[in-house]
């Protein structure tokens, strides 16, 4: 099965065609990746399944849940199903990937 590269430089080419600022770049299962910059500001509102980030450029705060920290390229976050988070006071080139993954509702958490 061929597959495009899931690059930052062609997530970016894909993003740049699209009218939002999130674009999916792969799906596989429960599985789906996109690629999201906002544009000054964060308008996403809490999603229906359990989503990691991992920061591709850029600095910024994230707030989870009312705890707000720093983030930065290469870190790592999860945000479990239905929960309000948002990115605040980013940089120009802020631009993160996100995994969604399992079932609608999120996964239990009895596990580690």
């Known amino acids: 099965m061929f597959m495009e ?19 999916t770049v792969f799906s596989h299962g429960s599985l789906v990746v996109e690629i999201y910059k906002p544009d000054k500001v964060d308008l996403q509102t809490p999603h ?5 980030y991992v920061i591709a450029t850029g600095t910024g705060f994230f707030l989870n849940d009312g705890v707000r920290q720093p983030v930065e390229s290469g870190e790592v976050l999860f945000v ?4 309000e988070h948002r990115f605040e ?5 802020f631009a993160t ?10 996964e239990s958490s009895g596990g580690g």
């Open 97 to 106: 990937w996100v995994f969604f993954y399992g079932p609608e509702g999120g």
């Open 48 to 52: 229906t399944r359990d989503e990691v």
């Open 80 to 83: 479990p199903a239905g929960v």
């Open 89 to 93: 006071d980013f940089s120009d080139d």
């Open 5 to 23: 590269r899931m690059t930052l430089e062609n997530a970016f080419k894909a993003l740049e065609i699209h009218d939002k600022p999130f674009k």
